[in-house]
């Protein structure tokens, strides 16, 4: 069902590299995974007892769903069309006869120009030629095909052999309907939405109840859209949640009330049209790629920073999203995403963001291809008050929502380059992880590591000691620049990561839990490790690095050492 990861492919993994191959390779099979995720969202739903997913939402699943293949199959060449049929399987959904006259409202428009909405909650009606062929009911999302593709579900009636994608089928991946697929903050709504469709009734799931309407609702956005990206005439009614309509990666409408709140919206011609209660109509007028504007103060447009390379799309920046809040949990501590950035932070931004590429550039190469390949979109985080000024910053990925990163402000490019590869390896090797099974160790928290003040579990460790060890290597690659300005402390953060990977990587290599291939991967990583002494950094660094960390083990030693669980046998 999914590829295997090459052994070549392992080992460049392994020296924290990846070439584009190996790069492909991951986020292929992160976006195959992202669309399996969003079929269980979609088997649930039918699944799911009406009292916790009623008819009517079920219904409009189905209609947003067909909406969405209509403006995938909008983009869509003829050669595209003949070496991937089945790139949007058909569903077998069993009609609810109570209710197919909903569900059948989006399949039955023809060219009877623009449709009126369908009323409170009721389907996007497309009014364009051609009928959209629905995309949900149970077990059938469609799954790309090529390398990696999942089968069809076993006692399904679909024979059709997975396709090769063509450069052409490449580029029409990221048409409108297949960007909102994978865009990563979709990952998080679809894991809100399981969550949800998995409560009971009762008073404890009532809140769930609502968060699900909530999310389905989003959902109606997203189709929507895709919709407009597309160039299909459509008119739906969508729900702003707390007083704010989300459209991903066109912007926000403010509402003129507070609450949960309908609006109506009909595309044409390049333009939106919202129309909510006791409020003068918004038009919004469409941007390529990402943004939208309105000369309507209650618009927010969508934000976008240039591509690291000149050729590169630009960078979704978002802060409107209502699916980029970090969870809650000890690993984000007090994190939060605001919802809106200034116009004087946003510059502060552009002005990082600007200088980031030549400082990739000068770590390796490597580093900026590895941002290109997988960085999908940025997510800005406040600063939390225990982050000083200065290099300070903070900064997170979520496993749910592979390609994004979330990060406060950085005070300058090298900092903010830094951030890049430390987050980028954390998002690589649990990419990896989904692929090769590297450990079998336990959760327990029993491991010394130098860069947390807490015991930490050898998953944990292994995260951490990988992406130190590509900081090792960023930093030694930037100190070997002749006439780097601050090449002194590039010396200084690289014995200090090297120094933390020794000590990490006894406990890594020596564990009973590793697999074979996951043996080969930390021994290569050890192997990565002692290369570096090939460039050593200055003895006075190193006689520091390393006696911050014997310092940092006796103090750990002295904490957790008597409460610790004993070691494997």
Known sequence: MFPVVPDRALLELARTEGGPDTLAL?????????????????????????????????????????????????????????????????????????????????????????APAAGPGGPATPTGPGDPTPLVGPGCLATPAGPGAPAPPAGTDDATPPWAPTPAAAEAWANPARARVFHPLTGPWARSCLRG?????????????????????????????????????????????????????????????????????????????????????????????VGAWSGALAWTPAHALPGLAPTAPPLPFDDLDPYRELPDGPRHGDLRTPFALDDAEHKRWLQAWSGTAPVLRSGGARRLAEAGALLRCLVPLETPPDVGAGRGSCSATRREAFGALLSSTPPDPVTFAATLVHELQHAKLAALGDLVTLHRAGPEARYFAPWRADPRPYDGLLQGAYSHLAMADFYQRRALVPGLPDRDWSWTQHARYRAQVQAALPALVGSPDLTVRGRRFVDEMAAAHERMAEHPAPRGHVARAQAYVESARALWTRRHASALPPPNE
């Open 197 to 289: 469709l998995d409560s009971g009734p009762g008073p404890a799931g009532e809140e769930r109840s609502r968060r699900l309407r909530r999310d389905l609702a989003h959902f109606s956005a997203i189709a929507a859209v895709a919709a407009a990206g597309a160039g299909i005439p459509f008119t739906t009614r969508l729900t702003a949640r707390a007083g704010i309509l989300a459209l991903p990666s066109l912007g926000a409408l403010h509402t003129a009330r507070s609450g949960d709140v309908p609006v109506d919206v009909s595309c044409a011609g390049g333009r939106l049209v919202l129309r909510q209660p006791d409020a003068p109509d918004v038009t919004v007028h469409l941007e390529s790629g």
């Open 26 to 114: 991951l986020a292929r099979d992160q976006d195959t995974r992202r669309l399996l995720l969003l079929r269980a969202v979609l088997d649930a739903a039918e699944a799911a007892d009406r009292s916790v997913c009623t008819a009517a939402q079920k219904a409009r699943l189905r209609a947003d769903w067909a909406l969405l293949t209509e403006a995938d199959r909008a983009l869509l060449t003829e050669a595209d069309r003949s070496v991937a049929p089945s790139a949007w399987r058909p569903p077998r959904h069993r009609p609810d006869p109570t209710t197919a006259g909903a569900g059948e409202a989006a399949t039955r428009a023809g060219s009877d120009g623009l």
